[in-house]
């Protein structure tokens, strides 16, 4: 998949997108187009994991690993790019030469970390294309390139190799000390790395002796990351302390360290430090973390004073709904609460609104400008239907029994569809009365309305999208085969959904034949 198919070519792409038979012609929202056949897909371009990160020359853009892709992200503008998908769980990046190709340190298909099915591959960043260097490692932590770039160290829980970037070959130098990454220090005589765990320090590794000594410092590495200056002065380590997780500083010749950054405490959850990259002039460190009130994040921490700006927020997309021709309404999955964001669709660009409690669905009131969420109590089988008004914020609560999971506003904002159990229901917003449409559905999820108001697109907890006629409760199938396809949104035209799909972030499936995309 090529890095850039600018967006203003998806546009025109989108002028010609003709619906068959005689639907009226309509423009989808921004992003890439399925193929022509009902239920093809394609996967949108956005935040939804990020963990490994790395930063190209300049330090202006990062690629950001994902469970299953490698993304571009533009640091100042927040727009995302995919690079490539069908990656297995990637632990580390790291640039090479000219910034044209990338090694991706991933896990494979382990059952567990000691499993040895990681790989080493290269990927070239204008085509996508993958080729595997390496396999056989065990827990991958850590790479760095070793100047001029034909080998690399790479680090996983059985020790430290040197592996030649030509021909694949692994050289193991030490043994032991359990993964986490690895930096090589300014003169490229020797390597520095962390060791996490109930001894939380820092170690190096002369390159011509593989003698491994211990660095003194009085940090207590929490993390596998290390990130070291251009003139080797000091290193960043993933450390904290009383609860938190965060940035440590440590002086390479002093041993004194200082925290940079820390996440807080959470209580009853917890925060995470996921990967950091100095900018090449060392004076900022960008990296991932996941903050239980807003998800996971990507932010900045300027070292001369300690200052963080956030660069973008990750949309885990657990319910979505249509806000405008370019805008999603995201409700995401954030640990211990859940929160609203909305998705740019052109850029991939992410807007954080506000924190909810936990939830199972979105939908847009476009006539009331309310976001309406649906949740289950606790202490009974019964659940919520919670309006919030995107302007004030104000919050409406009506009880619905039995709990709802799927919702959607129809087009009168007086009345909402949702799914519990087997059934598709419509819901007065006004009395909370409850009337039943269609019965038998295959774990209902997700719900979109065609423009009609006549015929409603349903998503499952299993792998299927059915389309459910409102007023004969007729159910036919769509799709099958996807995953989990539980949260959909409708698109201009009747041509295609969005759906967010578990493990693979937001599709867009044809629901209809497309005369164009087939010929």
Avoid at 267 to 293: I, K, N, R, Y
Avoid at 322 to 345: H, I, Q, T, Y
């Amino acid at each position: 998949m090529r890095l850039a198919a600018t967006r203003s070519l998806v546009s025109l792409l989108a002028l010609f997108y003709v619906w068959f038979p005689g639907l009226a012609q309509a423009q989808p929202l921004a992003g890439p187009l399925p193929g022509p056949n009902v239920g093809d897909s394609v996967v949108l371009p956005m935040l939804r994991a990020p963990g490994p990160l790395a930063l190209l020359p300049g330090g202006a853009k990062a690629l950001l690993g994902e469970p299953d892709k490698l993304l571009l992200l533009d640091l100042n503008t927040q727009a995302v790019q995919i690079v490539t998908e069908g990656l297995k769980n990637p632990s580390r990046i790291a640039i090479e030469g000219e910034a044209n190709t990338a090694l991706i340190f991933q896990f494979g298909d382990a059952r567990f970390s000691g499993d040895p099915t990681g790989q080493l591959l290269r990927v070239d960043l204008a085509t996508g294309q993958k080729t595997v260097l390496t396999t056989n490692f065990a827990g991958p932590g850590g790479i760095a390139i070793e100047p001029p770039g034909q080998t690399a160290l790479v680090r996983d829980k059985n020790g430290i190799y040197r592996v030649d970037l030509s021909t694949g070959v692994a050289v193991l130098l030490v043994s032991g000390f359990d993964g986490g990454d690895i930096a090589i220090e300014p003169g490229n005589a020797s390597a520095i790395f962390p060791v996490v765990g109930t001894i939380g320090e820092i170690r190096r590794v002369n390159l011509m002796t593989n003698v491994v000594s211990l660095v003194p410092s009085q940090a207590f590495v929490r993390n596998g990351g290390i990130e070291i200056s251009p003139d080797g002065s000091f290193v960043l380590v993933g450390g904290g302390g009383g609860g938190d997780t965060g940035i440590t500083r440590v002086n390479l010749a002093t041993g004194q360290t200082t925290q940079i950054f820390a996440s807080g405490i959470a209580l009853f959850c917890s925060h995470s430090l996921g990967d950091m990259a100095l900018t090449p002039d060392g004076t900022e460190v960008v990296f991932t973390w996941g903050d239980v009130f807003a998800g996971i994040r990507v932010s900045r921490v300027r070292l001369s004073d300690n200052s963080r700006s956030d660069v973008a927020v990750a949309a885990t997309s657990i319910a979505m709904s249509v806000e405008g021709p370019d805008k999603l309404l995201l409700a995401n999955g954030a640990g211990c609460f859940g929160s609203l964001s909305r998705l740019d669709m052109t850029s991939g660009a992410t807007d954080f609104i506000r924190t909810t409690e936990t939830l199972f669905d979105l939908a847009y009131s476009p006539g009331l400008n309310d976001a309406l969420i649906t949740t289950v109590r606790r202490s009974s089988a019964a659940g919520d239907l919670t309006r919030i008004n995107l302007t004030s914020q104000a919050i409406n609560t009506i009880g619905i029994n039995p709990a709802p999971f799927g919702v959607i506003v129809e087009a009168t904002d007086t009345s909402a569809l949702v799914t519990s159990g087997t059934t598709l229901q419509r819901v007065s917003l006004t009395t909370g009365q409850v009337a039943q449409l269609a019965q038998g559905l295959d774990s209902p999820a997700g719900i979109a309305l065609d423009s009609t108001g006549q015929t409603a697109i349903v998503g499952s907890l299993t792998d299927k999208i059915v389309r459910v006629d409102l007023t004969t409760g007729n159910v036919s199938a769509i799709a099958t085969g996807l995953s989990s396809p539980r949260y959909l949104a409708a698109e201009a035209g009747d041509g295609s959904v969005l759906v967010a799909e578990i493990g693979r972030g937001l599709s867009r499936v044809a629901i209809v034949y497309c005369v164009s995309r087939h010929s």
